[in-house]
């Protein structure tokens, strides 16, 4: 039997796996006849590997040995936020691995990086593949959610690595969605792919002509999915336990284990009647808990899930630059779009209902298996896409400094010129940081690139040239030239996780940071922010497009913005304007804010209106 091309859906939840035999997409099934391979690896007695059904079930009797959805860890730092949130929601231990930075998962005794959790249960795919299809899979197409960053992308390559496949393509999982679909004629047409999983949701928009499979635009939350519905209900039932026998649930592993499949149940019931009884004797000691769920409950609790996933797909359609009637088809995938009101609302939102014919749990599984049979042939679909998220450097003031947006078409190469910010300053530190964060140190660490002779003996002198390439597998390269002396420092990078990712971007030494020479009065403004940084000041001014002026008070001097539809348009500070101003009101950014507005920006003097908004400390 001639081997094919595994299409492996690695999901959060739960896996699928695919394939093309004879012009036909065959879905991998368990003895029961299921197609869902839970994504849970135990660790059992004398050391012996459980995955899927089994280990779920061996799960409930010993939560410490059971690892679910490391999807949701791969390629993460340890300090990463998301790591830190799934802490608190997994019965399991997670900790920081030795070398510091990334993460550990504990199992009994013994300790696991994701990616080898990952791998274990790659193992068990191509191994259940193997048996039923009946040849030795040695290459796969591995669908990874389009939001992934650079390291989680590696990271799931090594676990294929792990497992003895050869990857041939990492495929966005909404791509794959699309290329599940029939091919229709050759007639341009657009779609959108909302995919709410187990644990991330994602919103793709993609131009099919032909053969050729555009990526509009792509974003997503890695922290939205169906088990943030289960934690909610968990949370919901484990109120009412607690009022009527003053017990805790949370403080019982076990208890609470069998409580998120109790929920998950519930959830699911709910998806096709309108009440649902949840029954768990003894659930702890001889306590046992018997109560009742209501839809209207489950939809209440859910809406603003919902809700959050409708408001970054407005955001995506609006950064392709599309409206509504421009959208040709909405596909919906992962398990969780079988609950009808989360149908019913994206059907609302995009004024159309979605396709037909697209199983959410297999659709994933089976367009990657499709690509996997074109790529053997030799002719894979053509596939353009976008990167997924904001690649730039620090600046001074710990400002992220894009120079390639996300969703922007890749390949793609964009380069600026930066200077020194201090006299005398022969160092220039640029950190390459992924991310949407305005806050430098809140994104990601990619690496680094240091020039080391600057001769500028002056501030603003010096030019340094940082040009951003990413290739068509992309692979992102950087380049920086010392303009005055010709050094050129470049990096490759990679495989960033291994080589640099010990710690989180973390704040750079001030001194040796760099400032654009042009555009230096717009700074970067876009993500969330924090309360008392003047950036995220300058952040909801942008954001609602304010005209005004900005006054920032130090100990004991005052600067001033000016702005204008949300732009900073000029600075003041002792006399001083424009750019040296600038980098003097950033060195107070500690101070108190107030915001005049309705002044016109080039009204520089004279401001003697009362207080409008009043952000942070007065
Ligand atoms: P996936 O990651 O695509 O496998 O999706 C798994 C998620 O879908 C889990 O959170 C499941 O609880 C959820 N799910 C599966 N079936 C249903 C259903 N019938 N109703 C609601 N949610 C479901």
Not at 293 to 309: A, Q
Request: hydrophobic residues 40%; glycine residues 8%.
């Amino acid at each position: 039997m001639p081997s094919a091309v595994l299409g492996i859906d690695l999901g959060t939840t739960n896996c699928v796996v695919a394939v093309v035999m004879q012009g036909r997409t065959i879905l991998l099934a368990n003895n029961q006849g299921q197609h869902l391979f839970p994504s849970a690896v135990t660790l059992g007695e004398g050391d012996t590997i459980w995955t899927g059904e089994e280990a779920v079930a061996l799960g409930a009797a010993a939560p410490g040995r059971t690892a679910y959805a490391v999807k949701r860890l791969i390629g993460r730092y340890y300090n990463d936020s998301i790591v830190q949130k799934a802490r608190n929601m997994y019965p399991y231990h997670i900790l920081e691995n030795s070398s510091g930075g990334g993460v550990t998962i504990q199992l009994g005794e013994k300790q696991y990086t994701p990616e080898e959790i990952s791998s274990l249960l790659l193992k068990d795919l191509v191994s259940q593949a193997g048996e039923r299809f009946g040849f030795e899979p040695k290459e796969a197409v591995i669908t990874v959610p389009a939001y992934f960053n650079h390291a989680q992308r590696e990271a799931t390559q090594r676990a294929a690595q792990l497992a003895n496949l050869n990857v041939l393509r990492l495929l966005n999982e909404p791509t794959a969605a699309a290329l599940s679909l029939p091919t229709g004629d050759d007639n341009e047409r657009v779609i959108a792919v909302y995919d709410f999983g187990g644990g991330t949701f994602d919103i793709s928009l993609i131009r099919i002509q032909g053969s050729v499979y555009e990526v509009l635009a792509t974003n997503g939350d890695t922290f939205l999915g169906g088990d943030d519905v289960d934690g909610l209900i968990c949370d919901e039932l484990s109120k009412i336990f607690e009022q009527s026998t003053g017990i805790k649930l949370r403080n019982f592993p076990l208890s609470w284990h069998r409580l998120r499949d109790a929920a998950e149940k519930a959830k699911m019931e709910l998806s096709h009647s309108d009440r649902c009884a949840v029954y768990l004797p003894r659930l702890v000691g001889e306590e046992s808990f018997a109560t009742e769920l209501s839809l209207k409950r489950l939809e209440d609790m859910t809406r603003p899930l919902i809700e959050r996933s409708l408001k970054i797909c407005s955001r995506t359609i609006e950064e392709a630059k599309l409206c509504l009637g421009d959208l040709d088809e909405v596909i919906l995938v992962g398990g969780q779009t079988r609950m009808p009101l989360l149908r019913k609302m994206v059907e609302g939102f995009f004024e159309r209902p979605a396709a037909a014919g697209v199983n959410p749990d297999t659709a994933v599984a089976e367009g990657a298996a499709s690509e996997g049979a074109m790529l053997r042939d030799g002719k894979g679909a053509l596939l353009l896409d976008v990167t997924p998220i904001t690649l730039g450097i620090n600046i001074v003031g710990n400002r992220l400094y894009p120079l390639i947006k996300r969703n922007t078409k890749i390949p793609v190469r964009k380069e600026h010129t930066f200077t020194t910010h201090r006299d005398a300053q022969t160092r220039a530190k640029m950190v390459i940081l992924q991310g949407d964060n305005p806050v430098a140190s809140e994104n990601v660490r990619l690496g680094e690139v240091v020039l080391a002779n600057l001769q500028g003996s002056e501030r603003f002198q010096s030019r340094i040239n940082v040009a951003f390439e990413i290739d068509s597998s992309g692979i992102l390269h950087i380049k920086a030239i010392d303009e005055d002396t010709r050094e050129e420092k470049e990096v490759v990078i990679r495989d960033s996780f291994e080589k640099e990712g010990k710690q989180a971007a973390g704040e750079v030494e001030e001194a040796e940071s760099v400032a654009p020479t042009q555009d230096l009065l717009t700074p970067t403004i876009s993500g969330p922010f924090r309360e008392t940084e003047l950036v995220d000041v300058l952040c909801f001014l942008h954001a609602n497009q304010k005209t005004g002026r900005v006054e920032i008070k130090g100990t004991n001097q005052v600067g001033s913005l000016f702005m204008s539809d949300g732009e900073i348009t000029n600075a003041e500070f002792s006399g001083l304007q424009g750019i040296e101003a600038f980098h003097n009101v950033l060195a107070l950014s500690q101070g108190d804010y107030a915001f005049h507005e309705g002044l016109d920006a080039s009204e520089t003097a004279k401001i003697d209106t009362p207080f409008d908004i009043l952000i942070g400390q007065s």
